[in-house]
């Protein structure tokens, strides 16, 4: 049986290892999507507890300040979200790269003979 060629081994390595980290990139990237979501709808939540009916004089003195307040916060927190989608879109296409090149290294690795060192579970 004959050795593979260590060019081969090496970029199997280095498409395994970029695979991965596109990955958690991508994991990364939609957590933080998430937490800006929950964020937002936590934002509206406290409203929908306004509505029922509680003190009328404090509702009457903090209402406005606090409508002002959340109507900043949602258009940051909208902003913020608009940024994630689109850092999380970026990490799907670079991710998707990555698993493609790493697919194409692991056929050239058995077409050579030899097992992608990334395992089976690549």
């Known amino acids: 049986m004959t050795r593979p060629d260590p060019r081969l081994v090496g970029l199997a390595r280095i498409s395994g290892a970029l ?36 003190d009328i004089a404090a509702l009457a003195v903090t209402g406005a300040a606090r409508a002002r307040w959340c109507a900043a916060r949602r258009a940051a927190l909208i902003a913020a979200q608009d940024r994630a989608r689109a850092a999380r879109d970026a990490a799907l296409a670079e991710a998707r790269g ?25």
Do not use: I, T, Y
């Open 98 to 122: 990555a698993v493609g090149r790493d697919a194409a290294v692991a056929r050239l690795c058995e077409r050579d003979g030899f097992r992608h060192p990334g395992g089976p579970d690549r």
């Open 19 to 54: 695979r991965a980290a596109k990955l958690l990139r991508l994991a990364e990237a939609n957590a933080r999507l998430r937490r800006v979501e929950q964020e937002l709808a936590a934002l509206d939540a406290p409203e929908m507890a306004a509505a029922a009916p509680g």
